[in-house]
């Protein structure tokens, strides 16, 4: 559907991410999905076309502006590649670089940022712990200030790229219990008492390292601190607008692909002497997708529009993700349907796009607390 | 140096093309609309030799309606330092070739890179006629190209029937890219952000005084017949009797 927000910029860059994918994507995404990981290179060629740049200043290897739109062209177009690990990948060595260009050091910044946008090194976000994700405010893993240090201790865990990653920003508690007492940290792969461990085998996104992070005695100098002390919630909050609006195109990007997958077999497959197509049930299901997928993309326009205007619509944002999973969700269904058997198959994109709904309807915020947060915004 | 490259705006080969009910051209609505591929390959080769040789200055030229800005302004967001849109509807290839033998009178580039052919109506006509009309030397279906270092004729590796061929061609020459002379790079978004600001000139056709109607009319078009389906036979025999009766192509 024509968008009033597409501008010349947008759709040349629609179409570059769109050309980047198909030809050096989407051929390649069994089998690193199988592999459990992807080159390294294919970092370097996203962060040549500008994908990791937006919001971080030119200084540092940034674009040296924002653009909302952009962000979601992004989300959507890496999503149509049919592999949510390889966007996981690809993407969530860049989950944390707004925080480090607003908040950190110009020493941090110079260390971490150049290299991350060039594709050269990874970061990783480190927030969620086994006792918890999405309740931030009772965060156990703590920091002591030590002289001009502090000393970690804790544990992290479903951390995106928390293996490859060489950049950790880290939340830990500085002061006391509840939201402000917590502060962010940037802890470097291989510092004394920071340890890695793969998680085990994930039911999708297996492209995409995820680990559990162990922090014993971990010794940063208080410079390493990230922001003001006591302060880290609002910046992980602000961190997680942006996620959620990066998973929402994620779950447009694989709803259009479901869609498309499903035409396209559809034509293909005949049954009963006719083409799948032509039956009113399947035309039905398509009639049915195809409105949700616009009505779910049309909201997100809405949201980057707000975005761009420094309107943050933290509870629209909210629950977009819920209802963007759950039309992810249902188009995942319905493209299985009408693949039948064969959509039953690991091969075929739909089988893994049905198996990857949870982890977007999961991760960044699941549905039910995306709602509890829409509703807490309303001020109820 | 200046580098003229003329590029066109087609349908991307992915799109499913569909025959208006009147069988005079294609449905344009729902069409995507790209750089033509070997287009892009003649731009990619005169960046390449823009960063190699340094001081050269690369003009895109395409002709078309004004829709065509946007593939021009893909080509400036690789690379390119301005383009020149001339706004012109219904050409055949010898309008185009007209036209852009005004462009290159206008321009005086060192050489002229072209797409070896438009994957719409694969004419692979214009680069010959406008060499033609130039009076300068042509090199078609190019795999490799070797500037000489005064700039004043260029190595080029053809591909023809059988074989490759290697020639010395005299430059001010039209140069055709054929699909193995390079990878294009893509447009980089820093790249899109500088191309916001690259000049982009538009001229109407009409007014560079060429001719402009079409030589060629198309008089009807038509999708090509629907392909039956195919049949497993049971053996050898049964197939050379099919291909010798049936098909007739024993």
Known sequence: MRSIYETPDRKVFQQTIAK??????????????????????????????????????EA????????????????????????????AALGGCNIMTGPLQALASEEIKRKTLPAIMAGREGGALCITEPSGGSDVANMETHAVRDG???????????????M???????????????????????????????????????????????????????????????????????????????????????????????????????????TFGKPL???????????????????????????????????MPVAEICKAKFFGTQVYEYCAREALQIFGGAGYLRGTPVERLYREVRVVAIGGGSEEIMRDLAVRQMGL | MKILVAIKRVPDAETTIKVNPEGTGIVNAGVKWVVNPFCEIAIEEALKIKETKGDVEVVLVTVGRSESQEQLRTGLAMGADRAILVTAENLDTTGVSRVLAKIVEKESPDVVFLGKQAIDDDSNEVGQMLAQRLGWAQACYIS??????????????????????????????????DLRLNEPRYASLPGIMKARKKPLEEIDGASLGVDLEPKIIIKSMAPPPARAAGRLVESVDELINALKNEAKVL
């Not at chain 1, 989407?26 to 990791?52: C, F, N, Q, R, S």
């Not at chain 1, 502060?183 to 920071?194: I, Q, R």
């Not at chain 1, 694989?254 to 034509?267: D, G, M, P, W």
Request: net charge negative; aromatic share 10%; hydrophobic share 45%.
């Open chain 1, 60 to 87: 540092y290897g940034g674009l040296g502006f924002d653009d909302c739109f952009m962000r979601v062209i992004i989300g959507v177009e890496v999503a149509r590649c049919g592999a949510g690990g390889v966007g």
């Open chain 1, 20 to 57: 980047f994918v198909a030809s050096e994507i989407t051929p390649y995404v069994d089998e690193w999905d199988e592999a459990g990981e992807i080159p390294w290179e294919l970092h370097a060629k996203a962060g040549a076309l500008g994908i990791y740049g937006l919001g971080i200043d």
């Open chain 1, 148 to 162: 001009d240090d502090f000393v970690i201790n804790g544990s992290k865990t479903f951390i995106t790229g928390g």
């Open chain 2, 144 to 177: 490799e190209f070797n500037m000489a270092d005064d700039a004043k004729s260029a190595q080029v590796v053809r591909e023809i029937d059988g074989g490759m061929r290697t020639d010395k061609v005299m430059l001010p020459a039209i140069i055709t890219a």
């Open chain 1, 277 to 311: 197509i032509k039956h009113q049930v399947i035309r039905h299901k398509i009639a049915e997708m195809s409105s949700r997928i616009d009505a779910l993309e049309t909201y997100l326009n809405q949201i980057a529009w707000m975005v761009n205007e420094d309107e």
């Open chain 1, 164 to 270: 490859r990653a060489k950049h950790f920003v880290v939340g830990a508690r500085t002061g006391g219990p509840g939201l402000d007492g917590i502060s962010l940290f940037y802890v470097e792969k291989g510092a004394p008492g920071f340890t890695q461990t793969a998680l085990a085998k994930k039911m999708g996104w297996w492209a995409s390292d995820t680990a559990t992070l162990y922090f014993e005695d971990v010794r940063v100098p208080a410079s390493d601190m990230i922001g003001q002390e006591n302060m880290g919630f609002l910046a992980i909050m602000n961190n997680f607008n942006l996620e959620r609006v990066g998973l929402i195109a994620t779950a447009l990007g694989c709803s259009k692909l479901c869609l498309s997958e499903s035409i396209r077999y559809a034509q293909e497959r005949h």
